[in-house]
């Protein structure tokens, strides 16, 4: 069954939403901005996106049956993570446009996939080397040497399912704490710091991609980004090139990030790709308030059929996310002059668990 590429969608349309949980709030937001109404389809019943969309499903990813009546009443299928089950979207794009489409979760959710991508497209990445057993895994510290970084191909977010391959580091004991899945091991980038490109692409091959921010994680969860970020106009150049040929590649529609690692300074400086995330991103939540599109607002314009609007920056900004009981801070953020806090709906303050964020911007005249 092919399906029609939706390129008069108007206000008033239903978008279809995977996952409820922040990216989705926010994504519902910003549509009802836009006139667009959002369903969303998650199998948890306290989902935070819940509380801001129009209709809600909650079944499991796997329920055909909910599946189809779900895409019956969308227009377009979009998701807020990018672990959708592989028949999942293969089951929906029979039904409705989904975009991103099936390409990009397939390269995006296998890191061995990935890697192997964008070295196919003659950017830099960290040497690596597959693993599927303890042999394997000998093999590729013999080839890469420590440290390096032992990643599970698939699941793995905010530093889960991976370790790092120290000098001493057992090898098996670290295969087994990985729970022996297939697995990649990254050879170690002596990096300067860590930015990102946030970027859009439309239906018509549109391209509008975000300042360079710089990222600041503890305890492997990103902690601030920050605009503009400490990099030099070529290696900037070079970051958004970057994204703009990987988009390109995938035929992708929509926001999402790649992660990169910077190394050198001054005249040496150079970025290596990380990790490719086909969604809207923890790392562009700086633009809700910082630029004159958010990356929510450019989402639901790109997999709508809508025009995509300006990425300019508005000044000087610094988004930092409240993790478990940061989120505490709600009122003394309240009574901060120039903050913008955003808090995500979600129950428990959990250690490790991302609550919100708040935005702040310093312009020329502030």
Not at 108 to 114: I, K, M, V
Not at 127 to 150: H, M, N, T
Not at 256 to 262: K, Q, S, W
Request: some cysteine; charged content about 20%; aromatic content about 8%.
């Amino acid at each position: 069954m092919s399906v029609p590429v939706p390129t008069g969608l108007a206000p008033g349309a239903v978008l279809g939403i995977l996952g409820g949980g922040q990216l989705a709030r926010m994504l519902a937001l910003a549509a009802a901005d836009l006139g667009i109404r959002c369903h969303v389809f998650a199998p948890e019943p306290d989902s935070p996106a819940f509380d801001v969309a129009a209709r809600h499903t909650v079944a499991e990813y796997e329920d055909e049956a909910a599946l189809a009546r779900f895409a019956d009443g969308v227009d377009v299928v979009t998701y807020e993570f990018e672990n959708v089950p592989a028949a999942t979207a293969a089951f929906l794009g029979q039904r409705a446009p989904l975009h991103p489409g099936a390409r990009a979760l397939a390269v995006t959710q296998d890191r061995l996939s990935e890697k192997s991508f964008v070295d196919g497209l003659g950017l830099a990445v960290a040497p690596f080397r597959a693993v599927d057993s303890l042999a394997d895994l000998e093999a590729a510290v013999a080839a890469l040497g420590r440290p390096s970084i032992l990643k599970t191909r698939r699941f793995g977010y905010d530093g889960k399912g991976q370790i790092k391959i120290a000098p001493g580091t057992d090898l098996a004991d670290a295969y087994e704490a990985i729970g022996r899945f297939p697995a990649i091991l990254e050879g170690y980038v002596p990096f300067e710091r860590e930015v990102s490109v946030v970027a859009a692409r439309g239906l018509d091959g549109a391209f509008a991609a975000f300042d360079v921010c710089e990222n600041e994680h503890r305890d492997h969860i990103l902690a601030f980004t920050r605009v503009p970020a400490n990099l030099g106009r070529g290696a900037a150049t070079t970051a958004i090139d970057a994204a703009r040929r990987i988009g390109e590649a995938l035929g992708y529609v929509g926001v999402f990030a790649v992660e990169m690692f910077v190394l050198g300074d001054g005249p040496a400086e150079r970025v290596v790709v990380n990790e490719i995330a086909p969604r809207v991103h923890n790392s562009g939540h700086w633009t809700s308030e910082g630029a004159e599109t958010s990356q929510f607002h450019q989402h639901v314009r790109a997999v709508c059929g809508f025009p995509l609007g300006s990425p300019a920056s508005r000044g000087r900004i610094e988004m930092e996310n409240l993790i478990g009981e940061a989120a505490l801070r709600w009122r003394e953020i309240l009574g901060e002059p120039g903050a913008h806090l955003h808090l995500y709906g979600k129950r428990d303050a959990r250690p490790g668990r991302k609550m919100g964020h708040v935005t702040r911007v310093w312009t020329d005249r502030s």
